[in-house]
């Protein structure tokens, strides 16, 4: 029995928690971290000896963000008064100053009762915290025990969320808004036991949509197990960033086509057409979507493509600006354009500006991602088609930094199908024959998850072409089975057999054993299946 013993000992070696800055966590997306501000445990106009005041205004949100409580993130007003301090400050339970995070321009400013000034620098304590926004950021772990958890905190909206246990999505889940504080939230219970490899996945957007962008942003605060966290999965072989609006944030995607719902209980990433050809190339996914955007200013994608945080402004101070060589895609996919309005000269202008600006962010880069345009949109997705194809010819016109752009795109009667058109054999779009209510659509004219993978059926083939990927995706298809391989050894399988019901045994006693010592009282919340 000693070996029964040794192997108990593995499986049940109790719980273990890692924070944000453990190795053992892998990110795909971008994820803002600490640059070290802290609130002042004293009041006062100055900072501690070797620390400095936080004295710009676009810094100033992101301190409360990083330092104090998200009910008082919000950065109230500017004011210039040299009767309260300098640059960025906090109140709570204050005279004359509503609790929350305050900024005065005043040069001088003066101490005013329990007003606390936000500080930075020194050996300010980073907190392990992150923070995120774009859909489809993604948390992975690989890890060893029956059951995981997930300490999260909410956007001002709050969040909804996604659990992948091997491979497998289980259903989403909202996260509670910001201010309603931290919750541990149960990803998965009641797993088999050995390891296991879990995905973590924000599939809504930032449904707050509004300057200080901290707003809009959920925080990611560490992992839990019954049993142990294992190194992180291997790095995939390739990657994509995908840059569009509604269709690549999965914008009602879980919807009905017999109406809208809020954005928390329907948006879905993982179901979009995007991160369905991601996870048939085997790519890592990175989506820089906004529901609305386009390309053209104000409210254009493209000039949000430097920012950690899409409604924050690029920051190296603050914590916000993106390093691009941390993250280099084999190619940039883009399926955008259909929001603006009209199409003319100008938008071709400013698709071009769009993949020049993608050639400066990534001009370092040793092989040149290649771009690729999508013409598939819901809606009025294929009114952009002849300008995206102009704007590609001049692009690519006379080119020698190695960068090319392509074009590929559904065809015309895919599009009228999945938009709920009727099919009449013109050419043609007529919008008026389109109402968007077929079974390839969620709410509000956008596709679901049935019309989102025509989409990537009909891109596939065309961005492996591209990317010289031919046949990769049927490959990993094949190799993905369920079936022990023929011939195999009976006694192996005998064998195999017998220790699965060792371990299922092992794990039953692991799990008599916690409920004999599990401490009372413990909150959780609802398990995301």
Same mark, same amino acid.
């Given at each position: 029995m000693?070996?029964?013993?040794?192997?108990?000992?593995?499986?049940?070696?109790?719980?273990?928690?890692?924070?944000?800055?453990?190795?053992?966590?892998?990110?795909?997306?971008?994820?803002?971290?600490?640059?070290?501000?802290?609130?002042?445990?004293?009041?006062?106009?100055?900072?501690?000896?070797?620390?400095?005041k936080v004295t710009e205004k676009g810094d100033c949100q992101a301190a409360a963000a990083w330092a104090s409580d998200p009910k008082f993130w919000l950065l109230f007003d500017t004011e210039s008064a040299k009767n309260w301090p300098h640059g960025c400050y906090f109140c709570e339970d204050v005279g004359d100053c509503s609790d929350g995070t305050w900024f005065n321009s005043h040069p001088g400013g003066s101490d005013h009762g329990g007003a606390r000034p936000y500080c930075k620098g020194g050996d300010a304590p980073a907190d392990a915290t992150r923070y995120y926004a774009w859909p489809g950021s993604q948390i992975e772990a690989r890890f060893s025990g029956t059951r995981v958890s997930a300490n999260l905190t909410g956007s001002r909206t709050g969040d909804?969320?996604?659990?992948?246990?091997?491979? %497998?999505? @289980?259903?989403? =889940?909202?996260?509670?808004?910001?201010?309603? &504080?931290?919750?541990?939230?149960? !990803?998965?219970? *009641?797993?088999?036991?050995?390891?296991?490899?879990?995905?973590?996945?924000?599939?809504?957007?930032?449904?707050?949509?509004?300057?200080?962008?901290?707003?809009?942003?959920?925080?990611?605060?560490?992992?839990?197990?019954?049993?142990?966290?294992?190194?992180?999965?291997?790095?995939? %072989?390739? @990657?994509?960033? =995908?840059?569009?609006?509604?269709?690549?944030? &999965?914008?009602?995607?879980?919807? !009905?086509?017999? *109406?809208?719902?809020?954005?928390?209980?329907?948006?879905?990433?993982?179901?979009?057409w995007a991160a369905q050809l991601a996870r048939r190339l085997n790519a890592d996914f990175v989506a820089l979507a906004i529901s609305g955007y386009g390309v053209e200013e104000p409210q254009s994608v493209p000039d949000k493509l430097s920012r950690i945080l899409p409604f924050h402004s690029s920051s190296v101070g603050a914590g916000t600006a993106w390093n691009f060589s941390d993250y280099v895609p084999d190619a940039v996919v883009m399926l955008i354009g259909p929001n603006d309005y009209p199409m003319n000269e100008k938008f071709k202008s400013y698709y071009i500006k769009m993949m020049n600006k993608i050639v400066s962010n990534y001009a370092n880069a040793s092989t040149p991602p290649a771009l690729i345009s999508v013409i598939a949109g819901s809606s009025n997705g294929f009114q952009p088609s002849d300008y995206i194809r102009q704007a590609t010819a001049e692009f690519n016109a006379g080119r020698g930094d190695g960068f090319e752009a392509h074009v590929t795109s559904i065809t015309t009667n895919t599009w009228k199908e999945i938009n709920g058109c009727k099919i009449n054999g013109r050419k043609e779009i007529n919008l008026k024959n389109c109402h968007g209510a077929s079974h390839y659509n969620g709410c509000n004219s956008h596709y679901n998850e049935k019309g989102h993978a025509r989409v990537a059926d009909e891109i596939l083939p065309q961005v492996e072409k591209i990317m010289g990927w031919e046949g990769l995706s049927r490959l990993l298809t094949n190799t993905h089975h369920h079936h022990p391989p023929a011939g195999l050894n009976a006694g192996v399988v005998v064998a195999g057999v017998v220790v699965a019901i060792i371990l299922v045994a092992v794990a039953a006693v692991c799990v008599y054993r916690k409920i004999q010592v599990a401490p009372q009282g413990e909150e959780s919340q609802p398990l995301a299946q």
């Open positions: 000693l070996w029964l013993l040794l192997v108990q000992a593995m499986l049940c070696d109790g719980e273990e928690e890692i924070f944000p800055d453990d190795p053992r966590l892998a990110y795909i997306g971008r994820f803002a971290t600490s640059p070290g501000f802290f609130l002042s445990s004293t009041p006062g106009n100055e900072c501690p000896e070797g620390f400095s909804r969320f996604l659990a992948v246990l091997d491979g %497998e999505p @289980r259903e989403p =889940f909202v996260v509670a808004k910001h201010k309603e &504080g931290w919750k541990q939230y149960t !990803l998965a219970e *009641g797993l088999s036991p050995g390891g296991h490899t879990l995905g973590l996945w924000k599939i809504t957007e930032d449904l707050w949509q509004k300057n200080g962008g901290f707003q809009g942003a959920c925080r990611f605060g560490g992992l839990s197990v019954d049993g142990q966290f294992l190194d992180p999965p291997a790095p995939r %072989e390739r @990657r994509l960033e =995908f840059i569009g609006d509604s269709d690549t944030a &999965g914008y009602c995607a879980d919807g !009905l086509p017999s *109406g809208g719902a809020p954005e928390r209980k329907v948006d879905d990433t993982y179901n979009t």
